[in-house]
């Protein structure tokens, strides 16, 4: 046989070769996406796949463990006004202060002072409708951060004695309407000064994240919560 005719006939089963590998490979590559799709369409767990998405998954799930709490009466509501609109706020933590007030007016060289000092129980709490809420959460992490969660005072009242200092002056004397007004604005200045103690607000946040927790863990539940840093 002649070096043309052996050339002519290996040439066609070279080609044949490679033309098998490429169909092979080919088809090796069908499998595997269909092996993804496969798995996909098996396995999937409804994982988000945006940070919207993620965000809406988060608030959903802190949203489903409030309605829980609050199902078995863990957590223990009261309406409350708040901002002009009434709202089921439930209790997480309370502090005790002192109240002073103190009212003094003058007229003709004449001076008169009412002082009251009283001692507050006082109690803040969220609103668990959870209007507002913020949350941040990677997927595949199992912390979810929670934020805005906007505590309040749902209660303040008075206990123990409370101590009452007069003082009147010659003609200069001391009204039953002022000792009410007296009365009154202690009650205000109380809730403004409760209001505007931002470490009740912190603890009252803080008790809210644990009790999701305990919650968490008594289901046996992989999540955790944390709240948002503060600016």
Not at 44 to 72: F, H, I, N
Not at 76 to 98: A, I, T
Not at 204 to 212: N, S
Request: proline content about 3%; hydrophobic content about 35%.
């Amino acid at each position: 046989m002649s070096q043309e005719e052996i050339n002519s006939s290996s040439a066609p089963a070279g080609k044949k070769k490679s033309r098998g590998c490429l169909k092979f490979f080919i088809l090796l590559i069908l499998l595997v996406l269909g092996g993804c799709w496969l798995f996909s369409f098996c396995f999937y767990d409804g994982t988000v796949r945006s940070p919207q998405e993620a965000v809406q998954k988060a608030q959903t799930s802190v949203r489903s463990m409030v309605e829980q709490l609050v199902a078995s009466s863990t957590l223990q509501g009261k309406s409350v006004n708040q901002s002009g609109r009434m709202v089921e706020m439930y209790s997480l933590y309370e502090k005790d202060f002192v109240v002073e007030y103190e009212y003094t007016t003058s007229w003709m060289f004449s001076r008169k002072r009412i002082k009251i000092t009283q001692p507050y129980r006082v109690r803040y709490g969220i609103d668990t409708t959870m209007a507002d809420l913020q949350c941040e959460w990677k997927e595949g992490s199992d912390v979810i951060k929670v934020g805005n969660l906007k505590p309040c005072v749902i209660s303040c009242e008075r206990f123990g004695l409370q101590l009452l200092e007069e003082e009147e002056g010659m003609w200069n004397k001391i009204h039953p309407d002022e000792r009410a007004l007296a009365q009154n604005q202690i009650e205000v200045q109380a809730r403004e000064d409760a209001a505007a103690d931002p470490a009740a607000m912190y603890l009252t946040e803080m008790r809210f994240v644990e009790l999701l927790n305990r919650e968490a863990a008594r289901q046996q539940s992989a999540t955790r919560y944390s709240l948002v840093p503060r600016n």
